[in-house]
């Protein structure tokens, strides 16, 4: 079964930058399509960005649209995600995910059967 652990959260200021990562422990993960979504205190989890199997597709939230890349290098299991311009309302935990269901970067979590435990971005104003 494939597990995902994320890692790079932390704090930072308004305006600044971090990188998250996201690790598969199996190779199975290159042909499944990837995402990321957040969750804050007391909201419901939602769809940040994601990215295709091969890393040409990729679909982001409005929200970040601009300020957040998705990456990932074929063939390699794992998979980026540079914030960039963050903002207190970025604050949340970050979840890794990846759907044995697609290739494509669909946005619905309904996608998503494998999901890692989450790293924790917190920006101050």
């Known amino acids: 079964q494939v597990r995902l652990v994320e890692s790079g959260g932390g704090l930072v200021q308004a305006g600044g930058s971090l990188r998250l990562s996201c690790a598969a422990s199996?190779?199975?993960?290159?042909?499944?399509?990837m995402g990321w979504f957040r969750q804050a205190p007391g909201k419901e989890r939602e769809f940040v960005a994601a990215?295709?199997?091969?890393?040409?597709?990729?679909n982001y939230a409005d929200s970040v649209k601009g300020r957040f890349a998705i990456s990932r290098v074929s063939g390699e299991s794992t998979m980026s995600l540079q914030l960039s311009n963050l903002k207190p309302e970025d604050t949340a935990v970050y979840l890794c995910?990846?759907?044995?269901?697609?290739?494509?970067?669909?946005?619905?979590?309904?996608?998503?059967?494998?999901w890692g435990q989450g790293t924790q971005v917190s920006v101050s104003s």
């Open positions: 995910a990846a759907s044995a269901m697609t290739g494509t970067a669909q946005t619905s979590r309904a996608w998503y059967g494998y």
């Open positions: 199996e190779r199975t993960f290159d042909s499944y399509a």
């Open positions: 990215i295709s199997w091969d890393g040409v597709d990729t």
